[in-house]
């Protein structure tokens, strides 16, 4: 059973920058997990922001951003908006299975 | 502009079974697979499978295998997600995606209960 992992919550200031990240229990996060990561406000469908690692889709301010860091997905935000208070997910690529990680919920205060 | 929407809310009884259905337009429907992924209430999402309208080939998480059928229908560019043998854990947002590389577009969702 694959385990995709989270930070369950993280707190940020207005302005600030905060990231969050995404680890397999398979082993280090590289390329071919071709991480995802959305965006998710209670009572709406998720939104993407990133996919293969750190391409924005067209609608995705620049203020986020994605990377491989220490093993694992990163998804960081910079110049946190309290529009920007929500879980967050990630999505790993398994050879055809795909697997989201349990969430990080964002505090923005 | 692509659009993906999903048939209404379903209640169903233990051991029932219901198909959602998931209508895209707005683009080829065979260039793009289709995901399905579910949110049970005040929980994580969670990737049930994946079709591809092209060929018809399937893969299915490890969990629903036996018990979810994906299909799709490409005179009427719909795809649906039958699931069996419901049980009150079932109860869920189901949601489908248009998959590539990355699941671009969502439908709006369709609420399963299950219960008794």
């Known amino acids: 059973q694959t385990v995709v992992t989270q930070e369950p919550s993280l707190t940020v200031s207005p302005g600030g920058t905060v990231t969050l990240t995404c680890a397999s229990s398979?082993?280090?996060?590289?390329?071919?997990?071709?991480p995802n990561w959305f965006q998710q406000i209670p009572g709406q469908a998720p939104r993407p922001l990133i996919y293969?690692?750190?391409n924005r889709h067209s609608w995705t301010p620049a203020r986020f951003s994605g990377s491989l860091l220490g093993g694992k997905a990163a998804l960081t935000l910079s110049g946190v908006q309290p529009e920007d208070e929500a879980e967050y997910y990630c999505?790993?690529?398994?050879?055809?299975?795909?697997?989201f990680g349990g969430g990080t919920k964002l505090t923005v205060l | 502009q692509v659009q993906l929407v999903q048939s209404g809310a379903e209640v169903k009884k233990p051991g029932a079974s219901v198909k959602v259905s998931c209508k895209a337009s707005?683009?080829?429907?065979?260039?793009?697979?289709i995901s399905w992924v579910r949110q049970a209430p005040g929980q994580g999402l969670e990737w049930m499978g994946y079709?591809?309208?092209?060929?018809?080939?399937?893969n299915y998480a490890q969990k629903f295998q036996g018990r979810v059928t994906m299909t799709t229908d490409t005179s009427t560019t719909t795809a649906y997600m039958e699931l069996r043998s419901l049980r009150s854990d079932d109860t869920a947002m189901y949601y489908c995606?248009?998959?590539?590389?990355?699941?671009?577009?969502w439908g709006q969702g369709t609420l399963v209960t299950v219960s008794s």
């Open positions: 995606a248009r998959t590539t590389e990355t699941f671009d577009y």
């Open positions: 707005g683009y080829t429907f065979t260039t793009y697979g």
């Open positions: 079709i591809s309208p092209y060929s018809g080939n399937t």
């Open positions: 398979t082993g280090a996060v590289t390329s071919g997990y071709s």
């Open positions: 293969s690692i750190s």
């Open positions: 999505l790993l690529y398994y050879g055809g299975a795909r697997v």
